[in-house]
């Protein structure tokens, strides 16, 4: 843990107070922007058809579009009736299991005496074959390639990255989960490897700050990644139940360069100068109103999504969980990312391989194993050869179509 003496030694090798402020101030502009647009009813998180990514019919304005808001909704992913079937097949998987009473017997009071609203689940047969899914690949080598990845990553190629299951009901107050950025926090101040991406940043050049460049990102192996061995180039998931605002489901800052300000922020002269307003190493940073009121501003929650549609957002994204489920039906999603092709990637598949042979916890996650002894969950014979390309059991790329 670095002291406070070692973070106002940082601070005096990055630019001055004044530098700052001007950053902090161009990004407020654009979150009150956002809040306006908002207050007048527009829908400022972009959306595009799986149909559109597929036939190269992506109008030509949206890339550009996606890069600035650093988020996407994709409609059509998956067919409504396969998100249902799927939704179906995991609610019996976790019936015929126990799995909430094996998650209560883990995490004592964590969900009340209701249903855990997230499960410690990675290995059900849905999830494998929604990861393996050709048209996964080829929405993800549609999404890596809105990066600057040329020398960092494949765009075209895939590695698996294990996630959870969200399967929240009406009425939660469980899960709520306030704003935060994920992956390495505090190290994006202290670590100078974490540091390349916001070389920029810390040099007062806002306008020359690439939050899709991938120069330094990939190579990023500090203890401070919060937990995350892997380089997302997006994080996201697939909606397996129609949900939106106020039903409990995700809000986000639609700002990609909104990180500037939050790296910049412990450098204003109200800020003591040990602080980084809050940011530790090996935990999520969280923006707040005494320090990122700012942006908070912005905070929107992504727009009505139908079973099928998934949603994705940059790594470096300020997001949260509404904190209230408001609504009549469940909003239930898989966790799925985009984890491109590259060194750090394939680096982190033979452990991950080994726990889904055992029904483990993937090395990232707590070491719940809940899925060790449950019954129907997914092992190596439902990896088709793109499945077993992404768990780096066979080399090469996926072919250029994903099928």
């Given at each position: 843990?670095?002291?406070?003496?070692?973070?106002?030694?940082?601070?005096?090798?990055?630019?001055?107070?004044?530098?700052?402020?001007?950053?902090?101030?161009?990004?407020?502009?654009?979150?009150?922007?956002?809040?306006?647009?908002?207050?007048?009813?527009?829908?400022?998180?972009?959306?595009?058809?799986?149909?559109?990514?597929?036939?190269?019919?992506?109008?030509?304005?949206?890339?550009?579009?996606?890069?600035?808001?650093?988020?996407?909704?994709?409609?059509?992913?998956?067919?409504?009736?396969?998100?249902?079937?799927?939704?179906?097949?995991?609610?019996?998987?976790?019936?015929?299991?126990?799995?909430?009473?094996?998650?209560?017997?883990?995490?004592?009071?964590?969900?009340?005496?209701?249903?855990?609203?997230?499960?410690?689940?990675?290995?059900?047969?849905?999830?494998?074959?929604?990861?393996?899914?050709?048209?996964?690949?080829?929405?993800?080598?549609?999404?890596?390639?809105?990066?600057?990845?040329?020398?960092?990553?494949?765009?075209?190629?895939?590695?698996?990255?294990?996630?959870?299951?969200?399967?929240?009901?009406?009425?939660?107050?469980?899960?709520?989960?306030?704003?935060?950025?994920?992956?390495?926090?505090?190290?994006?101040?202290?670590?100078?490897?974490?540091?390349?991406?916001?070389?920029?940043?810390?040099?007062?050049?806002?306008?020359?700050?690439?939050?899709?460049?991938?120069?330094?990102?990939?190579?990023?192996?500090?203890?401070?990644?919060?937990?995350?061995?892997?380089?997302?180039?997006?994080?996201?998931?697939?909606?397996?139940?129609?949900?939106?605002?106020?039903?409990?489901?995700?809000?986000?800052?639609?700002?990609?360069?909104?990180?500037?300000?939050?790296?910049?922020?412990?450098?204003?002269?109200?800020?003591?100068?040990?602080?980084?307003?809050?940011?530790?190493?090996?935990?999520?940073?969280?923006?707040?109103?005494?320090?990122?009121?700012?942006?908070?501003?912005?905070?929107?929650?992504?727009?009505?999504?139908?079973?099928?549609?998934?949603?994705?957002?940059?790594?470096?994204?300020?997001?949260?969980?509404?904190?209230?489920?408001?609504?009549?039906?469940?909003?239930?999603?898989?966790?799925?990312?985009?984890?491109?092709?590259?060194?750090?990637?394939?680096?982190?598949?033979?452990?991950?391989?080994?726990?889904?042979?055992?029904?483990?916890?993937?090395?990232?996650?707590?070491?719940?194993?809940?899925?060790?002894?449950?019954?129907?969950?997914?092992?190596?014979?439902?990896?088709?050869?793109?499945g077993r390309r992404q768990m780096g059991l066979m080399s090469g790329s996926a072919p250029s179509d994903g099928r």
């Amino acid at each position: 843990m670095n002291t406070p003496v070692e973070i106002a030694a940082l601070k005096q090798t990055v630019i001055g107070h004044a530098a700052a402020a001007d950053g902090i101030a161009a990004i407020a502009g654009e979150a009150a922007e956002i809040a306006a647009r908002v207050a007048d009813g527009e829908e400022v998180v972009p959306d595009v058809s799986f149909a559109a990514i597929e036939h190269g019919g992506v109008p030509a304005d949206l890339p550009a579009l996606v890069r600035r808001r650093g988020c996407v909704v994709v409609r059509g992913t998956f067919a409504p009736a396969q998100a249902a079937a799927w939704d179906a097949e995991i609610a019996d998987y976790l019936a015929a299991n126990g799995a909430d009473a094996r998650s209560h017997a883990l995490r004592p009071g964590r969900w009340g005496s209701g249903a855990p609203q997230m499960y410690s689940v990675y290995w059900s047969r849905p999830q494998v074959l929604a990861r393996q899914s050709s048209r996964m690949a080829t929405l993800r080598r549609w999404l890596n390639r809105l990066w600057h990845w040329s020398g960092q990553f494949d765009p075209d190629g895939d590695c698996t990255y294990a996630d959870r299951i969200r399967r929240r009901l009406p009425g939660d107050t469980m899960l709520a989960l306030g704003p935060h950025i994920d992956g390495g926090v505090a190290g994006r101040w202290l670590d100078p490897a974490m540091r390349v991406p916001y070389r920029a940043v810390f040099a007062g050049d806002l306008a020359g700050f690439d939050p899709f460049a991938a120069a330094g990102r990939v190579a990023a192996t500090g203890p401070d990644r919060n937990a995350c061995a892997a380089f997302r180039s997006w994080q996201g998931w697939t909606a397996l139940t129609a949900q939106g605002p106020g039903d409990g489901t995700l809000q986000v800052v639609p700002i990609a360069r909104a990180i500037a300000a939050v790296l910049l922020r412990p450098l204003l002269a109200d800020v003591p100068a040990g602080s980084l307003c809050g940011a530790e190493s090996g935990s999520a940073l969280r923006p707040v109103a005494e320090w990122h009121a700012d942006l908070l501003r912005a905070l929107v929650p992504i727009p009505r999504v139908a079973p099928g549609d998934s949603v994705w957002w940059h790594p470096d994204l300020i997001h949260a969980v509404e904190a209230r489920h408001d609504g009549s039906a469940p909003s239930n999603v898989m966790y799925i990312p985009a984890a491109p092709d590259c060194p750090r990637n394939r680096a982190a598949l033979p452990a991950q391989y080994a726990a889904f042979v055992a029904g483990r916890s993937p090395p990232d996650f707590p070491a719940d194993d809940l899925e060790t002894r449950f019954t129907g969950r997914a092992g190596p014979e439902l990896l088709d050869a793109a499945g077993r390309r992404q768990m780096g059991l066979m080399s090469g790329s996926a072919p250029s179509d994903g099928r």
